[in-house]
């Protein structure tokens, strides 16, 4: 038997999507109830990078718009999210990578992102760590870093009169109703599927790809870098779709700790450690912080970003099912875009003007008869 309206919004997940759709409907007057069974999430594995990218018009307007929003909020946070506005360079080690970020440069600005060229000299005063050689480099001010995890509990808990937590398994969705492992049957206005990878569980017509992803973080240790830092050819590597790859990703943490990225494995869903790709990632990153060979590593993890075919998120409703919202397929910018998805999705529940263009988002272009079209 189903119960009563339980809520008005009903959100499946509670990583930093479902938390910022929970926020940002909360924020329009409407009750939200967050279901979340506390099955390992994208949230806890990733870096945090709040990361403007351009590959795409759609990414890049999603993403500026996004860590926009991240800023704003920075005042209001408390400390333990750590969010920091510590900036992004991207490097070229070969004229081909140095030309992209002249490229890059030109996108960025003519949408208004502060950044600038570095020489290969202002790179090494810069970032002195950094291994001889390089041909330069692109520095983008504006992107952060933040701790995702607490930021999402935040984010859950800042209208406490309006989210409702709680700690429960969703076995079956059917528009916008819910049934639980334990039976109990649950209906709202809208249900959000904001749970990742474990999304097509709920919802198999879903097109989502598992990439696995390895992390390292060392001991502390007195300040080594000021930036993150991202090689120049991690753009090939987060979108190439022919296999496992790795690319230099590093990023100071505010405790002294480096964090170490990135690895990308197809179609893989076993957690555990897989010692061959750490260690090929580890080795990128020694090719350009040569002193990473003499820090300690206290823990490594596994993670997995869910990746929709086009690698835009799907953020509306499902065209076959009233009442099912979707906010998944973020792939490796959930954290960096969560605030603005929130927005593009709050803005089509409660039919007000949305901030950005929707098309590139909207689930139809994968699932019903204009997908088969």
Known sequence: MIKNQTADVIIIGGGIVGAACADELASRGMDVLVLDCQRPAATAAGMGHLVVLDDNPAELAL?????????????????????????????????????????????????????????????????????????????????????????????????????????????????????????????????????????????????????????????????????????????????????????????????????IGSSRQFDNHDPAIDAAMLGRMLRRAMEFLPDLGQINGIRSWTGFRSASPDGQPLIGEHPLQPGLWLAVGHEGLGVTTAIGTAHLLAAQLLNTQPPLDLAAFAPKRFIGVHAHA
């Open 63 to 259: 993403g500026e718009y996004s860590v926009r929003l991240w800023r704003e909020l920075a005042h209001q946070m408390p400390h333990d999210c750590a969010m920091r506005n510590n900036g992004t360079l991207w490097l070229a080690c070969n004229e081909a990578e140095l030309a992209e970020a002249e490229r890059k440069r030109t996108v960025l600005q003519n949408y208004g992102v502060a950044c600038q060229l570095l020489s290969a000299q202002a790179l090494a005063t810069a970032e002195p760590s950094l291994r001889p050689g390089l041909h330069g480099g692109l520095k983008v001010s504006g992107d952060c870093i933040l701790y995702a995890p607490n930021a999402a509990r935040w984010l859950l808990q800042r209208q406490p009169n309006r989210v409702t937590q709680r700690r429960a398994e969703v076995v079956e969705v059917r528009g916008n109703c819910v049934r639980l492992a334990d039976g109990e049957q649950l209906k709202a206005t809208a249900v959000v599927l904001a749970n990742g990878i474990y999304a097509r569980e709920l919802c198999p017509d879903l097109p989502l790809q598992a990439k696995k992803g390895h992390l390292l973080i060392t001991d502390r240790y007195p300040t080594q870098i000021s930036h993150t830092l991202v090689e120049l050819g991690y753009v090939t590597s987060a979108h190439n779709s022919a296999g496992p790859s790795v690319a230099f990703n590093v990023q100071q943490r505010p405790t002294g700790q480096l964090f």
